[in-house]
C-alpha cells in the first residue's frame, strides 16, 4: 500500500496490510442495480438434453434459477467483507445456446453500499448448480465469462459494458 494520494487506496485494507470490513454509517442510501453475467460452456448432447426436456435430474434452468436467486440472499456468509444488504429485487435469466447456457442476473437495492458482489454470487452459483443438473450428460462443462456488466447508482454512477 502506497501514500501517495494519487494512487487509488484499497479500501477494504487498513494501513498495516490487514483486512477489515467498510463502515458505511455515514453513507447514504441510494437506489443501487447490478447486472452481472457468465456462461457454462456445454457438449452438444447436453444442450439437447436441455432443449428436449430430458436432462435425467429434471428440470435443470429452474433449478439453477432458483439457486441464483437463493444465492444472492447468502452473498454475506460467502464473500468475508461483503455488507449484509437489503435485497429488492433479482433477474435471474438462463438462456440455452448452441454451445453454452448464457446467465445474466440484476440485483436491485435501496442501501449504502453497492450489490455488485450479490449479483456475481447470482451468475457463479446458478452456473454451479447447471453443473450439477447436467454432470450426467455432460462431465466437461465448463464455466466462464463471469464479470459484472452493469451497475448503477452510488457515488461511483452508472456504467455499463
Given amino acids: 500500500m502506497t501514500d501517495d494520494p494519487q494512487q487509488p ?3 477494504h485494507v487498513r494501513a498495516d496490510g490487514s483486512a477489515h470490513m467498510v463502515d458505511i454509517t455515514a453513507k447514504e442510501v441510494t437506489a443501487r442495480s447490478a447486472t452481472a ?10 444442450i439437447a438434453a436441455l432443449r428436449d426436456g430430458t436432462v435425467p435430474k429434471g428440470d435443470a434452468l429452474a433449478v439453477a434459477r432458483i ?5 444472492v440472499k447468502r452473498t454475506p456468509e460467502l464473500i468475508p467483507l461483503a ?9 435471474l435469466d438462463l438462456d440455452v445456446l448452441d454451445d453454452a447456457v448464457s446467465i445474466r442476473a440484476t440485483v436491485r437495492t435501496a442501501d449504502r453500499t453497492g450489490i ?10 446458478a452456473a454451479l448448480a447447471l453443473v450439477d443438473m447436467i454432470k450426467a450428460v455432460d462431465k466437461h462443462s465448463v464455466i466462464t465469462d463471469v464479470r459484472v456488466v452493469a451497475k448503477s ?7 455499463a459494458l
Fill in 37 to 46: 453475467s457468465g456462461r457454462v460452456l456445454l457438449a452438444p448432447s447436453a
Fill in 83 to 91: 455488507h449484509p444488504i437489503a435485497v429488492h429485487g433479482v433477474e
Fill in 153 to 159: 447508482g452510488g457515488r461511483s454512477g452508472d456504467w
Fill in 67 to 71: 439457486a441464483g436467486i437463493q444465492a
Fill in 116 to 125: 455488485e458482489m450479490e449479483a456475481l454470487t447470482a451468475v457463479s452459483v
Fill in 9 to 11: 487506496r484499497l479500501t
